[in-house]
């Protein structure tokens, strides 16, 4: 039987957390997924206890089978997804259940820790789903997701390869809505629900109370199936043992709850054993089908939000003018004396905001966002913060954004960040929850949900300088779908660098501010030629600055430089973006005066 038509008239249950329910019965420390090839007989007993106990939405033993997590090679992690499935089938024959069981293709996510990353893990997820596919499997079931940027070439897949096969995708979110890589619930559902998925949902994450509200703030969509799974509870340790609670009288009635709120697929995630489903199933039998009510989202929101930042006028709108950034590099120590002579020297200056690098190159400095806040309240001119991924996972950086939105720092520069040097990555660990597009996409969403009344103003970074100029047009136009509203550049020291940029204005219509950096001495030069990666200097540019030079004549140079790079890029950047060596700032007038 088709499982969409069964659904549009039954409502299904799933079975539990076959993982810990396998890890609790043998306690072997090892995989469940092994024990496909090395000891069947388990893995078929398990499938048979939660179809006896009312399941009927089984999912393989196959949640860790991919080649990094099992250590094997391709033909092995298929292997083992045949057996799998196999003995998921086998199962359901020995059940003698006359109602129909269907049997789905389970996907987990790919640790972060594989070493996988981007095209590797879509390369991936595809070889899993063309497994699943060839074996004939009723549902592909992608589960416990943050995001679904990287099972989408697999989802597509599926969907050219079989219009019959049902494809369920579920997200982990925490008790407060939002998953691993930031996103909320809402979010998640929304966007799943615009893929050629038949179903979208939650598992994991939270128990079954916590479940309840986070399905009650959804907006459901009536031509998708919605799927629930929460856990058994919340996890404790007892003697190094992983341990959920167990009350499943509770854990149904919450469910129950799901299922007249609109959910077709309900059962459980991990802590959930057949007992569980029992209950659950027991419960929910005989009630009808539910219609999906659409949350009201009830938030007052101002009638026209009325945009702050330095693009944008007292009015709101887009200032028609040739913008001045000007970074200040926040101090290695607590003695901020410099910086600020710096900032008050730029008063008056035609500066429409003051950028601050996060910590660069891994090494230590004062936070951008606090020096940003310092700087503000002490010159009162505009100012944008650096915000890298490197250090602080999706929490801390939403909580971040708050933090400056109530000191009314409109302004973001959003970037991935340079790696930790390889001296201190032993004893100090990169974050990297995602990259720049991602966290853009966080701000996105807290602009339409949390600062909807005042959105801030965030951009990001073009290296023009990249070999592949295709990916960097690429990556600008997925940082213009994620909100990006404007960028800053590399330094640009030449003609041919200041042609790229041309070329990424003229194919994305993206605002930029380009990047000068007035150079002050020959030793300055060479640096950045040899120990900046991503930056060109050109060797005839070296040659313009005197082999002794004094600090007068270098300057000279820079300021000279300056005017070069401006008067090339002038006719189709939307401004500047100077970085001056050593935080000298009182160049910039004379930089000013010159062109």
């Known amino acids: 039987m088709n499982l969409r038509e069964y659904l549009k008239t039954h409502t299904i249950v799933a079975d539990g957390a076959f993982g810990t329910y396998y890890a609790e019965k043998y306690s072997t420390g090892e995989l469940p997924e092994i024990a496909n090839t090395e000891h069947p007989e388990r893995v078929e007993g398990l499938h048979l206890e939660y179809i006896k106990a009312g399941a009927r939405y089984i999912r ?30 086998s199962a359901v024959g020995k059940s003698g259940i006359v109602e129909p069981v269907f049997i789905a293709g389970d996907i987990g996510p790919i640790p972060e820790m594989s070493g996988f990353a981007g095209k590797q893990n879509e390369q991936e997820y595809i070889k899993l789903a063309e497994y699943m596919l060839g074996q004939g499997v009723d549902a592909v079931h992608f589960e416990t997701f943050a995001d679904y940027e990287d099972i989408l070439p697999a989802i597509r897949l599926l969907r050219e390869k079989s219009e019959d096969i049902f494809i369920s995708l579920c997200f982990c979110v925490n008790q407060y809505g939002y998953s691993a890589a930031g996103l909320s619930a809402k979010r998640l559902i929304s966007e799943a629900a615009k893929l050629p998925v038949d179903a979208v949902g939650l598992n994991c994450g939270v128990g079954s109370g916590h479940m309840v509200q986070l399905f009650g703030e959804l907006n459901l969509l009536p031509d998708k199936y919605v799927m629930v799974l929460p856990n058994a509870g919340y996890p404790n340790f007892t003697r190094n043992q992983m341990h959920f609670g167990n009350a499943p009288a509770y854990f149904a009635d919450r469910v129950k709850e799901l299922v007249m709120g609109g959910a077709d697929i309900v059962g459980g995630c991990c802590g959930t054993k057949p007992n569980t489903i029992e209950r659950l199933a027991g419960e929910i039998a005989g009630l009808p089908k539910y219609d999906k009510k659409p949350h009201e989202d009830n938030r007052k929101a101002a009638e026209t939000p009325k945009r702050k930042g330095f693009l944008y006028d007292q009015d709101g709108n887009i200032r028609n003018k040739k913008f001045i950034a000007v970074e200040l590099a926040p101090p290695f120590d607590a003695n901020d004396e410099k910086l600020l002579e710096s900032a008050h020297a730029l008063v008056g200056a035609g500066v429409d905001v003051l950028t601050f690098p996060d910590s660069p190159s891994g090494r230590t400095r004062v936070d951008s966002v606090l020096m940003a806040d310092k700087v503000y309240r002490e010159t009162g001119i505009e100012v944008m913060p650096h915000i890298c991924c490197r250090d602080k996972n999706a929490v801390a950086m939403r909580s971040l954004f708050m933090g400056a939105r109530i000191n009314d720092i409109h302004n973001l520069l959003i970037i991935t960040g340079d790696p930790l040097p390889s001296m201190v990555r032993a004893t100090v660990k990169s974050v990297f929850n995602f990259d720049s597009v991602g966290l853009m996409k966080i701000a996105r969403e807290m602009n339409e949900e949390t600062f ?28 213009m779908e994620a909100g990006a509203e404007f960028f800053l550049t590399q330094p640009v020291f030449c003609k041919e660098d200041a042609d ?90 004379n930089i000013l005066n010159l062109f």
Not at 61 to 85: G, P, Q, R, W
Not at 557 to 577: H, Q, S
């Open 500 to 589: 790229r940029l041309r070329r990424i204005k003229e194919e994305t219509g993206a605002r930029i501010l380009c990047g000068i950096m007035p150079l002050i001495s020959r030793k300055n030069a060479l640096f950045m030629k040899n120990e900046i990666s991503g930056v060109n200097v050109p060797d005839e540019l070296i040659e313009k600055y005197p082999e002794n030079g004094s600090r007068q004549e270098g300057e000279q140079v820079g300021i000279e430089l300056a005017k070069a790079m401006i008067a090339i890029t002038e006719d189709f950047v939307d401004g500047w973006y100077f970085s001056f060596p050593f935080n000298r700032t009182y160049l910039l007038k």
């Open 452 to 479: 909807y009344d005042s959105p801030l103003c965030y951009g990001g970074a073009i290296n023009q300088g990249r070999k592949n100029l295709e990916v960097e047009i690429g990556r600008v136009k997925k940082k």
């Open 60 to 89: 393989t033993n196959t949640y860790a089978s991919n080649s990094h997590m099992l250590s094997k090679n391709d033909e092995k992690v298929k292997e083992n997804i045949e057996a799998a499935v196999k003995l998921a089938r």
